[in-house]
Nanobody
C-alpha cells in the first residue's frame, strides 16, 4: 500500500508561482507512475501532469491547459514528485491531488487508472 502526502498549496495572485510536493511512502516508489490531477467545484477531475518511469530516467507530460506554465519533476531517491506552477491563472484554482498507479501509457491521463491518492491540497488564484 502506498501513502501519498501533498503539500505546498495556498492562495496567490494571478501571475504568481507555487510549488507542490508529493511524498510517497509504503511501497516501491520507482515502479509507479505518479501524476497530478486537479478538481474545481462542479467540474470533472482534470489531468495536470505525469512523471512516468522510463529506462534511464522518467518521462513527463503535461495537460494542454497548463502546457508551458507547469513543470513536473521526480526524485526517486526521495520518493518525491514536485509540481512547479508558474504564471498562475484564476482558472487554475482547484484542489490538487497526487496519484500513483501502474497503467499503460495511453491511460496515464485517465484518473480511473490510479490506485492511490493523496488527500489533496487547495490552490486558489485570485485576479
Amino acid at each position: 500500500q502506498m501513502q501519498l502526502i501533498e503539500s505546498g498549496g495556498g492562495s496567490v495572485q494571478a501571475g504568481a508561482s507555487l510549488r507542490l510536493s508529493c511524498v510517497a511512502s509504503g511501497s516501491t516508489f520507482r515502479e509507479y507512475t505518479i501524476s497530478w490531477f486537479r478538481q474545481a467545484p462542479g467540474k470533472e477531475r482534470e489531468f495536470v501532469a505525469t512523471a512516468a518511469n522510463s529506462l534511464g530516467g522518467y518521462r513527463t507530460y503535461t495537460g494542454d491547459s497548463v502546457q508551458g506554465r507547469f513543470t513536473i519533476s521526480r526524485d526517486n531517491s526521495r520518493n518525491t514528485v514536485t509540481l512547479q506552477m508558474d504564471m498562475l491563472k484564476p482558472e487554475d484554482t482547484a484542489v490538487y491531488y497526487c496519484a500513483s498507479g501502474k497503467m499503460i501509457a495511453s491511460e496515464r491521463r485517465n484518473h480511473r487508472s490510479y490506485r492511490h491518492w493523496g488527500q489533496g491540497t487547495q490552490v486558489t488564484v485570485s485576479s
